[in-house]
């Protein structure tokens, strides 16, 4: 059984960009994207004097279809951040720069951030960049209010429900350039752009479109991007070890799942479900991380989960990491709680 830097190299042959698919991918993501948007603005500019529910209708659907398409061509982005596609081309440069200006996610912050969660995935004791906090049950009690209800806020169904504003708006722009305004000036001219394309379409279409083809689509497309992302290392069986017991390979198979979507969900998510294997070797491009667990019998013995209610009911409810239990536990396994500190 192949561990450790073998079980990596295993996969070297699938961390090579099959060029002409890289391409094929973005574009058609990218003009079905701007498909989305555009029909839901034609749809929105017929109903500009003669309001007519089947333009509504035709509305609403560009709208999901528009979030679905965010979410896609997000992990796409993520793909290019990560170097893993289309190295040294000038028109993907401009292509993602301007999609992650759009989706209020600064490149480079992104890619900071991203490139520390990787790094740290799964530690006990390392700052929670980029990645949702751990605190042992020890350190919980210990806590004081504030401590623990910010703890709890951040790892909330509320948070991840209103990420949006929660993890985009303010996490990557406004908390950022608060920061340091000099490094993070970006962050500010990005949430400017933001607002001024929103206000520009409600003010020439009417509050409809704005709602259906802006503000609806970001809402949902990141909605469903924090859960996943969330999910995807906090999910029953997932480990977190101590930073001197911590390992790369460890942390990618034990703290990372396979989320089992059907195909048309994995195509919407651009097979980001198979996380365990994208965190082994994120030189895999997104459409060869199947191929590589096909491949690699150690990458089918995963943990798993899926979007059905019952398993986002089951990752929801982890709140701390029991070192005792060596597992996330839920409240109802906490005992009493002592009152917090002041």
């Not at 992990?75 to 759009?102: E, M, P, V």
Request: net charge positive; hydrophobic share 45%.
């Amino acid at each position: 059984m192949l561990t450790g830097k073998e079980l990596i190299l295993a996969t070297k042959p699938f961390a090579k960009e099959i060029r002409w698919k890289s391409w094929w991918h973005t574009l058609t993501s990218f003009f079905l994207l701007a498909g989305s948007i555009a029909g839901g603005l034609y749809l929105g500019y017929k109903d500009k004097a003669n309001f007519h529910y089947t333009n509504l209708i035709g509305q609403i659907i560009c709208s999901i279809a528009t979030a679905g398409m965010l979410a896609r061509f997000f992990i796409i982005f993520h793909d290019y951040q990560h170097h893993t596609i289309l190295r040294k081309s000038w028109l993907a440069n401009i292509i993602f720069t301007l999609f992650g200006i759009y989706m209020i996610t600064p490149p480079n912050i992104w890619k900071r951030s991203h490139d520390h969660h990787h790094n740290h995935n799964a530690k006990l004791f390392s700052a929670s960049i980029g990645s949702f906090p751990i605190m042992t049950r020890q350190k919980f009690m210990e806590a004081t209010k504030n401590e623990r209800m910010v703890y709890l806020a951040v790892r909330s169904p509320v948070n991840m429900f209103f990420a949006y504003f929660t993890t985009f708006m303010f996490g990557m722009c406004i908390s950022s350039f608060l920061s340091s305004p000099r490094r993070h000036w970006d962050s500010l001219v990005v949430l400017i752009l933001h607002f001024s394309i929103g206000g520009f379409i409600w003010y020439q279409f009417h509050f409809a479109t704005f709602f259906l083809t802006f503000f609806l689509p970001f809402f949902l497309s990141q909605m469903l991007g924090a859960y996943l992302f969330y999910a995807q290392h906090n999910f029953p069986g997932v480990v977190f070890r101590k930073n001197a017991e911590w390992s790369y390979t460890n942390a990618a198979l034990e703290s990372s799942s396979y989320m089992k979507l059907n195909w048309f969900m994995q195509w919407v998510t651009a097979n980001i479900g198979f996380h365990h294997v994208h965190h082994l070797n994120s030189k895999i491009p997104f459409y060869r991380l199947p191929e590589a667990m096909v491949a690699v019998p150690e990458l089918q013995q995963a943990k798993v989960t899926t979007l059905k209610p019952k398993d986002i009911m089951a990752c929801l409810k982890l709140k701390v990491w029991d070192a005792d239990q060596n597992r996330m536990i839920g409240f109802d396994e906490m005992g009493n709680i002592p009152p917090a500190l002041a």
